[in-house]
């Protein structure tokens, strides 16, 4: 595997982590608007990337490789507790 393959083989690792995370802050900010905002949606959306990098990376070492079901779930698990933490007061 060449190093662009590689950097594309992280990037699609990545990107689920993003795309939720992306997703469920600006959903946070679209749906609970009698909510202040404790932080920016671009922060918050941060914060649940790297929330639900870890718990990817936590998949792939446990099971030994990316794409499970189960690590999926457990991101959107991660990322609703991660989004519901930021959003208290």
Request: charged share 5%; with cysteine.
């Amino acid at each position: 595997m060449g190093p662009i393959d590689s950097i594309f083989h992280l990037l699609n690792f990545a990107a689920p982590a993003l795309v939720v995370g992306m997703l469920t802050a600006l959903a946070a900010s679209i749906f609970m608007k009698n909510r202040p905002l404790t932080q920016h949606w671009y922060a918050q959306a941060a914060i649940n990337f790297v929330v639900c990098l870890l718990v990817l990376l936590g998949g792939l070492w446990f099971f030994g490789h990316d794409g499970k079901m189960a690590t999926y779930a457990a991101l959107v698990l991660a990322c609703a507790t991660s989004q519901w933490l930021l959003s208290r007061q």
